[in-house]
């Protein structure tokens, strides 16, 4: 594999190693084979480990297979992928739900297959929606980009917001949960809130609509727990309407949606913001929206 990088303007000189370690977030294991391997071009020139690089240059990266090897996976439906945003390096996609993110068994077909098939080539998770979640979700197009990209996740790089039909009315217009999150040992499927040996969670809650005894809110995660938001809202008294396992009686589709993603881009340091709009979601919004006008 062979990607060509181009410095942004926005950046200042720095030297080949910096840009490798700092800027571009290459594991050690791969910065060693690029560098005994001399895959490093800049300007189409061979250079060591010190030359200082600078805005407007070009920098040529090769990977051997053998340092990257590629994982197969079985061949889904590309027809079933609807693409929000796609470079060289990623793909943001519009997941349906009631899908998958990724398979659990090798049989298994998810939506990392069909957008694997869609690309043409096998694609890797940088993060997961739930099953009955829909929305915005990024896989990395090659494994050169996935560690880079999983270390904005980690630094909360990666900025992702969703919306959220939940039940009753919330006391103010912002709100902040962090209580700790843990297994619910009783059941595996579940998480419930646990200060003593749950992991730290961070919600921002931001109210935007009323509709009679439920409202349409904006969450913004600063940490990622599995049902982090599911679990948070139900915890407080505000379970999200069709969640089958945290609403006391579910019904209709989950009313969660992943409704935007932004990040920067780390090789072009270009701002991508891209919404992901749902039918369904909005459609349970009408009815919603018509019951509390006839109520």
């Excluded at 990392?112 to 979700?137: F, M, P, W």
């Excluded at 727990?225 to 396992?245: F, Y």
């Excluded at 992943?258 to 270009?270: C, G, K, V």
Aim: proline share 6%; hydrophobic share 35%.
């Amino acid at each position: 594999m062979k990607f060509t990088i181009t410095i942004p303007s926005s950046l200042s000189q720095m030297t080949v190693k910096e840009l490798l370690e700092d800027q571009l977030l290459i594991p050690r294991k791969i910065r060693h084979f690029l560098r005994t391997k001399k895959h490093v071009l800049v300007n189409g020139e061979s250079i060591h480990w010190q030359t200082v690089v600078k805005p407007g240059d070009s920098i040529q990266l090769t990977f051997d297979k053998e340092d990257y090897p590629e994982k197969e996976i079985l061949a889904g439906q590309p027809s079933l992928v609807e693409e929000l945003y796609q470079d060289e390096h990623l793909i943001i996609v519009n997941k349906p739900h009631g899908m998958k993110s990724h398979a659990n068994e090798p049989t298994e077909i998810a939506l990392l297959n069909h957008v694997s098939s869609y690309v043409g080539q096998t694609c890797y998770v940088v993060h997961r929606l739930d099953k009955e979640t829909s929305g915005a979700i990024l896989f990395a197009k090659n494994p050169f980009v996935l560690p880079i990209l999983n270390r904005l996740l980690e630094n909360k790089d990666i900025a992702r917001e969703y919306w959220a039909l939940a039940q009753g009315k919330f006391p103010s217009k912002t709100i902040i949960y962090k209580d700790k999150i843990g297994r619910d040992r009783h059941d595996r499927r579940r998480r419930l809130v646990d200060p003593k040996k749950g992991l730290y969670a961070e919600t921002h809650v931001t109210r935007l609509k009323e509709f009679g005894n439920t409202t349409l809110v904006k969450c913004q995660l600063k940490t990622g727990r599995t049902h982090q938001i599911r679990v948070h809202l139900a915890h407080h008294g505000h379970p999200i309407i069709g969640d089958p396992l945290y609403h006391p009686q579910p019904q209709g589709r989950l009313m969660l949606h992943a409704h935007r993603l932004t990040l920067i881009h780390p090789f072009t340091l270009e701002t991508i913001s891209v919404g992901a709009p749902s039918e369904s979601f909005e459609a349970e919004i009408r009815q919603h929206r018509s019951k509390s006008r006839k109520g």
